[in-house]
């Protein structure tokens, strides 16, 4: 047992006093926030440049009033919103026009324009030009502005108001409030959504990471004969546990650092409603069941990991097995919106029990929708026995493997060294 402790703590060390350990400490909440909160943050800025547009009207003068009410629509900061032209031409003579709006804007000296006639009073679609289509909020303000303007002048025509109308068919906006055990609250899409989310990839970055510093290591000693060094003085196993411990004990520091600094954002009201959303599902349940499904689903890795580095002479055909791995860990991810629909559709509950992606499935789970006690016990169950069974195989594999060097073995003599005494 010392000696398991020796190495669980040389581990440990290693891993926490360096650079890296503080630089991705650092780092990693920043990209996450990156990544999940701030094309939210700039989507809710609007548009922050004055955009120069053109509108042509063929065969009439009718939209001349509202190309007077767009020029004087301003920025936040003040500045002007468009920069509008508006020529009205007869069908013959328009050529000549878009021709040149068209090199304007392969110039990048027109944004983009738009075509219309009197067929717009009659629902017809306008055409719109732009060398970057994606521009969805140049392409919404737009439609919207000339949307708005059509149908008012569609209601003044038949005798009705406009601005009544847009009264009295104000739609009834619903507040989502969500029934738990513990009560009532309200909630919304977004916090639901990016809290599931956050969590997930917190799970899966502590996998992949310390699962490739683990292989690395057990690939370094191989090579560099230190470990037949150790085999002397503790047995494989003790060596596999040691690292998987050790690692673990390290990627939990981490996250509990991590959560440390979420809470004090998250306190001092500068997460925005994004991470107060994410904050608000990190109940006392919620908190036990991530860190254990993280703790057993990391081990359930780290074990797979540890079995690669055993069997693999070289860093670079180790690869070939991480990728399969990394798309366990990233499905979870790539179907949350499925999963968020639907937490308790029968695929996503037999997902929630197969442990290469139970983890994440049921901590989404959790997050997304009320589920019954019974559910996560054994889904963690099945976890834990499916760990125990891969502890078992990768430690009979890993004692052989690691004092084996040159080619790459192949799976049956794989499945031999298991048998072995």
Request: charged share 15%; proline share 4%.
């Amino acid at each position: 047992m010392t000696k398991l402790w020796v190495l669980i703590r040389k581990e440990y060390r290693m891993v926490v006093n360096t650079r890296a350990f503080v630089i991705s400490t650092v780092l990693t909440p920043l990209f996450l926030g990156a990544m999940l909160f701030l094309p939210g943050i700039l989507a809710s800025r609007g548009e922050t440049r004055t955009d120069t547009i053109a509108i042509m009207e063929v065969g009439s003068n009718t939209l001349r009033p509202l190309c007077e009410r767009m020029a004087i629509d301003t920025l936040p900061g003040g500045d002007k919103r468009w920069n509008l032209r508006y020529v009205t031409l007869t069908a013959t003579d328009t050529a000549q026009v878009l021709a040149e709006w068209t090199q304007e804007a392969l110039d990048n000296k027109l944004d983009a324009y738009i075509i219309c006639d009197s067929t717009i009073w009659t629902g017809e679609e306008v055409s719109y030009y732009a060398t970057n289509v994606s521009r969805l909020t140049l392409f919404r303000s737009l439609r919207s502005d000339l949307s708005d303007y059509v149908v008012s002048g569609r209601l003044e025509k038949v005798g009705l108001d406009p601005e009544l109308t847009a009264a009295l068919t104000t739609r009834v906006e619903l507040q989502p409030i969500k029934i738990g055990d513990t009560g009532r609250s309200k909630a919304d899409f977004l916090s639901d959504y990016f809290g599931g989310l956050l969590f997930t990839m917190i799970m899966m970055m502590v996998i992949i990471s310390y699962g490739n510093t683990l292989m690395r290591s057990v690939i370094e000693e191989k090579t560099s004969r230190i470990i037949e060094v150790l085999v002397s003085s503790v047995t494989p196993g003790q060596i596999m546990s040691g690292k998987i411990l050790g690692l673990a004990a390290a990627s939990m520091s981490q996250v509990v650092i991590w959560i440390v600094m979420g809470s004090v954002v998250g306190t001092g009201g500068l997460g925005g409603s994004y991470l107060g959303g994410a904050a608000s599902i990190f109940s006392p349940s919620f908190a036990l069941w991530f860190v254990l499904f993280l703790i057993i689903g990391f081990s359930f890795y780290s074990c797979i990991f540890a079995l690669i580095g055993a069997i693999v002479p070289t860093e670079q055909d180790a690869q070939h097995f991480v990728g399969p791995i990394t798309m366990f860990l990233v499905m979870p991810v790539v179907i949350e919106f499925a999963i968020i629909e639907s937490p308790s559709a029968m695929w996503v509950r037999m997902l929630s029990f197969i442990p290469p992606v139970s983890p994440s499935i049921m901590l989404m789970r959790l997050t997304f929708g009320r589920i019954e006690v019974w559910e996560p016990v054994l889904s963690l169950a099945i976890l834990i026995a499916a760990t125990a069974g891969v502890a078992w195989f990768s430690g009979r594999v890993f004692r052989i493997g690691i004092l084996m060097t040159g080619k790459r073995p192949t799976l049956p003599e794989i499945l031999k060294w298991v048998n072995y005494k």
